[in-house]
T-cell receptor, first 113, second 115 residues
Framework: TQLLEQSPQFLSIQEGENLTVYCNSSSVFSSLQWYRQEPGEGPVLLVTVVTGGEVKKLKRLTFQFGDARKDSSLHITAAQPGDTGLYLCAGGRYGGATNKLIFGTGTLLAVQP | EPEVTQTPSHQVTQMGQEVILRCVPISNHLYFYWYRQILGQKVEFLVSFYNNEISEKSEIFDDQFSVERPDGSNFTLKIRSTKLEDSAMYFC?????????????FGSGTRLTVV
């Protein structure tokens, strides 16, 4: 069974602080996606990374895919209350015809004003 | 922006009853999925559907579950005889192709409560 472990599980910070969320696995993934989910809503795709070592930036969010494609990180600079939510990483497998994603355990972020 | 629509948003049903959860995926998408999320737990894959047939299903998706795309637009998940442990948020998702690279678009979910 492929598992994606996220850390930390919970994070409460003050507005303006920086933070990093980690997503780790012992398995290789062909891509790694990050989603944000708000209460009562479905996950919303933030980014997809597909190449080992790839770095993508989305405004104050920086995403990195590990060189071995087993891990990823999400760094938020100068967090704002609007960044509050559940952050999910999800790995796409090699091969197969289904494009199934394996979701991580989630990181719940609360940014206090 | 195109979106995936799910109905109903909430469903309460008695144990043993059948429920049908409905989804309208994005019109030009080719792959369709159901995931579920039990309260406080992670998002779990149930089933994927492509070219009018199931392409993969998880061990959760037993004989009590079925999916259909009856009319080319709707995509339904049926649970024949609900159990208490089926209580969860059920998310429908679709992808154009290559979800490994392009990701999914999720609906807002149906909260199913089995009493």
């Amino acid at each position: 069974t492929q598992l994606l472990e996220q850390s930390p599980q919970f994070l409460s910070i003050q507005e303006g602080e920086n933070l990093t969320v980690y997503c780790n696995s012992s398995s290789v993934f062909s891509s790694l996606q990050w989603y944000r989910q708000e209460p009562g809503e479905g996950p919303v795709l933030l980014v997809t990374v597909v190449t080992g070592g790839e770095v993508k930036k989305l405004k104050r969010l920086t995403f990195q895919f590990g060189d071995a494609r087993k891990d990823s990180s999400l760094h938020i600079t100068a967090a704002q209350p609007g960044d509050t939510g559940l952050y999910l990483c999800a790995g796409g497998r090699y091969g197969g015809a289904t494009n199934k994603l394996i979701f991580g355990t989630g990181t719940l972020l609360a940014v206090q004003p | 922006e195109p979106e995936v629509t799910q109905t109903p948003s909430h469903q309460v049903t008695q144990m043993g009853q059948e429920v049908i959860l409905r989804c309208v995926p994005i019109s030009n998408h080719l792959y369709f999925y159901w995931y579920r999320q039990i309260l406080g737990q992670k998002v779990e894959f149930l089933v994927s559907f492509y070219n009018n047939e199931i392409s993969e299903k998880s061990e959760i998706f037993d004989d009590q579950f079925s999916v259909e795309r009856p009319d080319g637009s709707n995509f339904t998940l049926k649970i024949r005889s609900t159990k208490l442990e089926d209580s969860a948020m059920y998310f429908c998702a679709s992808s154009e192709l290559g979800a490994r690279e392009f990701g999914y678009t999720f609906g807002s979910g149906t909260r199913l409560t089995v009493v």
